[in-house]
């Protein structure tokens, strides 16, 4: 093989042993340049994760230079409880939860307010608002209310009262069957919504009576990283109208095959039932019904969430004639939603459950999974235990042997991730391996170690507030 160049044609005249010996001292140093380049990064176990290629460095750090990873879920210290003061029931049941939690001390909050009222009005609303949000510490990111009525903010129009604590009351977000404002924190990556949007959202634990508030939040702590294996029923019933949601539920059973167990009804031509009956493993029931019949011959499991498309299902106590959305957590799920004025059947008023099941289950609690869910919400009602967490996400970063090994379910479907390192404050950032996922599960990803020299490492991915921006997720110090 002829491996001169036009401009060197010398080496080709010289003796044969000497040059048999320089192509044979070139062919020991491109393996050895071969063997230091080595390694990349990988998905070690998953088919569905997709690395990109770079540059790999020369891996010699023997540490993880103190990088830990952003956790999925609210936990108790980012929870704000607040109590109608002087209400024997709320008092009762804020104390219970605070135990069972262990929620700050710091975070608990007392209101007066007339419990025995459906409806605030707006004004009286506006100046409640006003004192929980100084009374409130920093770093609360969501509320829980431990009274069940009123659960109306009503001004020229009703918002629920969750709705109206997280936005505060504006008409904007209200007014029967128009169109309403949209939520920022919709299907966003935000783990932090007050410090990302400015908001905090809210949900009534809903409880009549202290023994019902009590076997709902011990379903909420049993749900805890339990991981279940339950079903999803996801109904398309004969009633048109209530029925608008079908669209998103036909492709979820295949999407999510392998994963969760999700059935798909469809009862639009009356030929069968519109009602789940006897079925023992319950972990998501979406419908679109005025009475959803047959609820308790069903056995939900803890943190199963469920909700049907109606009118008034969130105007506690009574449902407005229909359905209250407390009649779910009566049967034993953990979390509902519904409207507390005629919200017509714009779909974005209600839960959209591919949003809410994918949230759900990268490990986000149930009142994140079910906020993220509703993009206008102003006038659901949302209510449960909030901090339920059944796919609580560990996420771990650790080094073994010659690379990093990133462990989280957390990772967002199709979007991009980073491992980057620098040598210095004032260095450049560096990538070690990017990620890419198409599906939500438990992954493991491998990375290259960077250098010695290495003094920082970073997590990038999407932003909190954007979701097709990339942002630092997690820096170490």
Not at 254 to 277: E, P, V
Not at 288 to 294: H, I, T
Not at 324 to 352: H, M, R
Not at 373 to 390: C, D, M, T
Request: net charge neutral; aromatic share 8%.
């Amino acid at each position: 093989m002829n491996t001169a160049t036009p401009s060197m044609p010398r080496p080709m005249q010289q003796a044969p042993w000497l040059w048999l010996s320089r192509l044979s001292l070139l062919f020991a140093l491109l393996l050895a340049l071969g063997a230091c380049g080595g390694g990349g990064a990988g998905a070690s176990a998953s088919s569905n994760s997709t690395v990109s290629p770079t540059p790999t460095p020369v891996g010699s750090a023997t540490s993880t230079l103190g990088l830990t990873l952003p956790r999925a879920g609210l936990a108790a210290q980012d929870l704000g409880i607040i109590i109608a003061d002087g209400d024997a029931l709320s008092e009762s049941i804020a104390a219970y939860y605070q135990s069972a939690r262990g929620v700050p001390a710091a975070n608990i909050i007392r209101v007066k307010l007339n419990t025995g009222a459906e409806t605030i009005s707006a004004n009286d609303f506006t100046a409640l608002k006003a004192e929980v949000d100084a009374k409130l510490p920093a770093g609360v990111q969501a509320t829980l209310l431990t009274w069940r009525s009123p659960a109306r903010v009503v001004g020229t129009c009703a918002m629920s009262i969750t709705s109206a604590l997280a936005f505060g009351y504006d008409a904007k977000y209200c007014g029967g069957c128009s169109g309403t404002s949209p939520s920022p924190y919709y299907d966003t990556e935000s783990n932090k919504p007050w410090t990302d949007h400015k908001f905090r959202p809210s949900m009534m634990l809903g409880a009549a009576s202290l023994e019902a508030a009590r076997s709902l939040i011990d379903r909420g702590l049993r749900a805890d990283a339990s991981q279940p294996s339950g079903s999803g029923y996801l109904l398309r019933t004969t009633d048109v109208a209530r029925s608008v949601r079908y669209a998103d539920y036909t492709g979820l059973p295949a999407s999510w095959a392998g994963r969760l167990l999700l059935n798909y009804i469809n009862n639009s031509a009356g030929t069968a039932s519109n009602a789940i009956t006897g079925k023992t493993d319950v972990l998501f029931y979406f419908t679109g019904l005025a009475e959803v019949p047959s609820l308790s011959s069903n056995t939900f499991l803890p943190g199963a969430v469920a909700d049907h498309l109606t009118s008034f299902g969130g105007m506690l106590p009574s449902g407005g004639g229909q359905m209250p959305v407390t009649e779910w957590l009566n049967a034993g799920a953990t979390a509902s939603f519904g409207t507390v004025e005629e919200p017509c059947n714009y779909v974005q008023k209600f839960s959209q459950a591919s949003v809410l099941i994918e949230h759900y289950y990268r490990g986000d609690s149930v009142i994140e999974a079910y906020w993220k869910s509703v993009q206008w919400p102003g006038q659901g009602l949302f209510v449960g235990e909030p901090l339920a967490q059944p796919f609580k996400d560990s996420p771990s970063f650790t080094l073994e042997g010659n690379q990093y090994l990133i462990k989280t379910r957390a990772l967002r479907p199709n979007s991009s991730y980073a491992l980057e390192y620098r040598s210095g404050p004032s260095a450049s950032w560096t990538s070690l391996a990017t990620f890419k996922v198409s599906r939500a599960e438990m992954q493991t990803l491998s990375a290259p170690l960077p250098p010695a020299t290495a003094t920082q490492l970073r997590w990038r991915g999407p932003c909190p507030t954007n979701n097709s921006l990339q942002c630092t997720l997690s820096e170490s110090p």
